[in-house]
């Protein structure tokens, strides 16, 4: 607790993704509205890698100060590394903290789990049983991954419940990501059309509907197209996508009552099982989007606008960095492009660390006192440098805790070495979080002229 405000700690990667920004925008707007505030640790890596990028990233799960935690809730299924999910239950518990887990079961947390099999399965009988569907090809996720082979198998019983014989080479992979799907669609299209390609996600569903259009084949008249995860890019595209989705706003909800009855009732931990919702629409060929286009295309054509703005800022200010090899002179430009309401927090040690080509302490990568060496914050004066504690985390915390935001923490690091972290307050998530993204990166850059 910092004054009077309970402090819950979300713990997350890829924080840009978007059901992972909204999730954290719905928490804090949840979290405020009882009197709590966000503090969000976050890495840009998913730690699939496991190499020394990802060890400098994961420093700032270690930047978390346990003492004032309320609670702490972290997304299991964001880390491929399960040992910083462990570490950090561990550490929580020592503390008495509630852990509220998400996505996945352990001894001693809240567990909030996902059931989407009845609402998978129901989306992929409807194609059988409304559409008469029987060719049925599957674009998975990444190979021997537990999201993607849970849909897989979700996809071969409905088939089998339906009559329809499984055929393991009607599996593709298109591991999240567009070019393989455009591979795993390619070979559709060599095979034959089937009569309806299900998704593992509603981003591999518009990314096979944009292959398919390459070669002219319509979604949904000469192919039926699904998804799954129910995404503002789903609602937007055209043909709409037919998917499952979460109900992001209501699982942020049931997060803080969870968090409300572990501290009002000291009552042990219990489950919540989070439902989908089937959402049919124009790409199994069902209904007309109502969506007024324009205005969504206006609201991204200005948003494109600003983050083009932010980025050719930022690609200036990098050849200023390069041009220097002196820390200080860094901070100084740097202030015209950080984000308002951020700072740039450097280890005290960092300096020491170039001299003597130390390397970071994987267990404690930060040092006690922290420097300030960027600002743009009501705060501080304009380009300010200060020394604070480690222990408060954003400067001045006492004076800033009752802002009605959110406060984000990201590593600076240059592979495994750990120069300090940015901070950033937020009232909208969604909007400033990708401006977060390419400018942490830079950063990142910028410190590696600097060893």
């Not at 455009?182 to 060599?190: K, Q």
Request: proline residues 3%; aromatic residues 10%; negative net charge.
């Amino acid at each position: 607790m910092i004054k009077n405000y309970r402090i819950i700690g979300l713990c997350v990667t890829k924080l840009n993704e978007e059901n992972i920004s909204t999730f954290a925008e719905y928490l804090s707007k949840e979290a405020i509205a009882m009197g709590y505030r966000l503090f969000i640790f976050n890495s840009f890596r998913d730690f699939y890698a496991r190499n020394e990028y990802d060890q400098g990233a994961k420093s700032i799960y270690k930047a978390i100060n346990y003492d004032i935690l309320d609670a702490l809730v972290i997304d299991d299924r964001c880390f491929f590394d399960k040992s910083i999910v462990e570490d950090l239950i561990s550490r929580a518990h020592e503390k008495n903290i509630p852990v509220i887990l998400l996505n996945e079961k352990r001894e001693g947390c809240f567990c909030v789990t996902k059931d989407y099999s009845h609402t998978y399965k129901t989306l992929i009988r409807h194609l059988i049983n409304d559409h008469g569907a029987r060719k049925l090809d599957f674009i998975a996720g990444a190979k021997d991954t537990p999201e993607s082979d849970e849909r897989i198998r979700y996809y071969k019983e409905t088939l089998e419940e339906s009559g329809i014989p499984f055929e393991e080479d009607r599996v593709y992979y298109g591991n999240y990501w567009r070019v393989p799907v455009y591979r795993a669609v390619d070979s559709i299209v060599e095979k034959g059309i089937p009569d309806a390609i299900v998704c593992v996600n509603d981003s591999s569903a518009i990314d096979a509907c944009d292959r398919l259009k390459t070669y002219g084949i319509r979604v949904p008249d000469d192919v039926l197209v699904t998804g799954f995860d129910g995404t503002r890019s789903a609602s937007l595209y055209s043909p709409q996508i037919s998917t499952c989705n979460e109900n992001i706003e209501a699982l942020a909800r049931n997060c803080v009552t969870v968090i409300e009855k572990s501290i009002a009732e000291k009552c042990e931990p219990f489950d919540i099982t989070e439902e989908y919702s089937v959402n049919i629409s124009e790409s199994c060929g069902c209904m007309i989007s109502k969506n007024d286009f324009r205005n969504q295309a206006a609201y991204l054509f200005s948003l494109l606008t600003i983050n083009n703005q932010h980025e050719n800022s930022l690609y200036s200010w990098a050849d200023h960095v390069f041009e220097s090899n002196a820390i200080g002179a860094a901070g100084k430009s740097l202030y015209g492009n950080i984000i308002p309401g951020s700072m740039l927090c450097i280890n005290g040690t960092f300096l020491s660390m170039i001299r003597k080509g130390e390397k970071t302490n994987p267990d404690c990568p930060f040092s006690p006192k922290m420097v300030v060496i960027s600002a743009k914050d009501e705060t501080y004066k304009n380009q300010s440098q200060d020394i604070f504690s480690l222990d408060e985390l954003y400067p001045k915390m006492n004076d800033t805790i009752d802002q009605e935001c959110a406060f984000i923490f990201q590593s600076i690091h240059v592979a495994d070495k750990v120069c300090g972290y940015y901070a950033k307050k937020s009232s909208n998530i969604t909007e400033e979080v990708n401006q977060l993204h390419r400018l942490t990166r830079i950063i990142n850059i910028a410190h590696s002229v600097l060893l």
